[in-house]
C-alpha cells in the first residue's frame, strides 16, 4: 500500500494520519483470532485489566516457550517463531503492510526501519477504569533512545467510539516543533471514530489517551510500533524489538495474502 503526499504531510504537520478500511476483513480476523487466543491464555494467568494493564505483547506474554533474541531480531526468525501459532499471513502484514505505510512516513529508505513492538490492547466489558491518560510514547524512552524516529500504529479490531474505548489525540499544536505542547492536555483533541481495521498512524511525539469501556463486548485493538533505526537499552540490548523490514525472506511481498 502506497501512501499520498498528502496522507504524508497531514501526518508530518499534524503528528498522527487515520487510513480507513487499512486492513482487510480476512487480515482483521486474523489478529482478532489471535488476540482471542492470547487473552484467554493471559485470563488464565490473571486479570486482564488488574494485573496485565489490558496489554498484551505476543513475544512478552509468556505464551511462546521460548523467544530467542534471533526471534527478536532477525525478520526470518520472527516469522518463524510466530508461524508456531499464527497463519504466516500475520507476521508478513505486520512487516509488509503496516511496516512498509510507517516507513513512508519516517524515511525514503526501508533499511533502517525495524519493528520495536507489537502489542493488543484488550478492554473487556464494563471496564470504565480501562483508561490510559494522557502521555506521549516518545517519553518512555531515554533521551539517547529518543534520536530515533517512532510511530505505532493503533488498529481497532471493532468498531471504536467514545463508549467503548477510542483513542484521542491532540495534533501538533506548532509543526515547526513538534511534540512541543504548553498547559493541560485536550486542548484542540480530536476524538478518533473508527471502524474495524482503520489504522492511525501516530508520531512518537503525539499526545493522546484513550478512554475507558463503557460498552457490554471486548474492545480490541492491535498496535504494532516501528522505529527508524535499532533503539537499545545502556549496553547493547535492545529495547524491545529490533526486527528489519527488509532482510530476505524468500517470499514475495505479496505472498502473505495468499498464505
Given at each position: 500500500?502506497?501512501?499520498?503526499?498528502?496522507?504524508?504531510?497531514?501526518?508530518?504537520?499534524?503528528?498522527?494520519?487515520?487510513?480507513?478500511?487499512?486492513?482487510?476483513?480476512?487480515?482483521v480476523q486474523l489478529y482478532q483470532d489471535e488476540a482471542?487466543?492470547?487473552?484467554?491464555?493471559?485470563?488464565?494467568?490473571?486479570?486482564?485489566v488488574a494485573d496485565w494493564g489490558c496489554v498484551i505483547?505476543?513475544?512478552?506474554?509468556?505464551?511462546?516457550?521460548?523467544?530467542?533474541?534471533?526471534?527478536?531480531?532477525?525478520?526470518?526468525?520472527?516469522?518463524?517463531?510466530?508461524?508456531?501459532?499464527?497463519?504466516?499471513?500475520?507476521?508478513?502484514?505486520?512487516?509488509?503492510?503496516?511496516?512498509?505505510?510507517?516507513?513512508?512516513?519516517?524515511?525514503?529508505?526501508?533499511?533502517?526501519?525495524?519493528?520495536?513492538?507489537?502489542?493488543?490492547?484488550?478492554?473487556?466489558?464494563?471496564?470504565?477504569?480501562?483508561?490510559?491518560?494522557?502521555?506521549?510514547?516518545?517519553?518512555?524512552?531515554?533521551?539517547?533512545?529518543?534520536?530515533?524516529?517512532?510511530?505505532?500504529?493503533?488498529?481497532?479490531?471493532?468498531?471504536?467510539?467514545?463508549?467503548?474505548?477510542?483513542v484521542l489525540v491532540e495534533p501538533f499544536p506548532d509543526?515547526?516543533?513538534?511534540?512541543?505542547?504548553?498547559?493541560?492536555?485536550?486542548?484542540?483533541?480530536?476524538?478518533?471514530?473508527?471502524?474495524?481495521?482503520?489504522?492511525?498512524?501516530?508520531?512518537?511525539?503525539?499526545?493522546?489517551?484513550?478512554?475507558?469501556?463503557?460498552?457490554?463486548?471486548?474492545?480490541?485493538?492491535?498496535?504494532?510500533?516501528?522505529?527508524?533505526?535499532?533503539?537499545?537499552?545502556?549496553?547493547?540490548?535492545?529495547?524491545?524489538?529490533?526486527?528489519?523490514?527488509?532482510?530476505?525472506?524468500?517470499?514475495?511481498?505479496?505472498?502473505?495474502?495468499?498464505?
Open positions: 500500500m502506497s501512501l499520498s503526499l498528502d496522507q504524508i504531510q497531514f501526518y508530518r504537520t499534524n503528528g498522527y494520519l487515520i487510513v480507513d478500511a487499512f486492513l482487510t476483513n480476512e487480515e482471542q487466543q492470547l487473552t484467554n491464555y493471559c485470563y488464565e494467568q490473571g486479570d486482564i505483547e505476543p513475544l512478552g506474554c509468556g505464551y511462546y516457550d521460548q523467544v530467542t533474541q534471533h526471534a527478536k531480531s532477525n525478520r526470518l526468525g520472527y516469522i518463524a517463531l510466530r508461524a508456531q501459532s499464527v497463519p504466516r499471513a500475520l507476521p508478513l502484514c505486520t512487516l509488509d503492510k503496516f511496516g512498509l505505510c510507517a516507513q513512508q512516513l519516517l524515511s525514503d529508505n526501508a533499511q533502517h526501519m525495524y519493528l520495536l513492538n507489537e502489542q493488543y490492547i484488550v478492554k473487556p466489558p464494563y471496564s470504565e477504569s480501562a483508561q490510559f491518560a494522557w502521555h506521549q510514547d516518545v517519553l518512555y524512552f531515554s533521551e539517547t533512545q529518543r534520536q530515533h524516529s517512532v510511530v505505532s500504529v493503533w488498529t481497532p479490531l471493532n468498531d471504536v467510539s467514545e463508549t467503548n474505548g477510542t509543526p515547526m516543533n513538534p511534540g512541543v505542547y504548553r498547559g493541560e492536555p485536550g486542548k484542540g483533541k480530536f476524538t478518533a471514530i473508527m471502524g474495524a481495521g482503520s489504522a492511525i498512524f501516530m508520531d512518537g511525539r503525539l499526545r493522546h489517551c484513550s478512554s475507558g469501556n463503557h460498552s457490554a463486548s471486548f474492545r480490541v485493538v492491535y498496535m504494532p510500533q516501528f522505529s527508524l533505526g535499532r533503539i537499545k537499552r545502556d549496553g547493547d540490548s535492545h529495547a524491545a524489538l529490533a526486527i528489519p523490514l527488509v532482510e530476505p525472506t524468500h517470499v514475495s511481498p505479496l505472498d502473505w495474502r495468499e498464505s
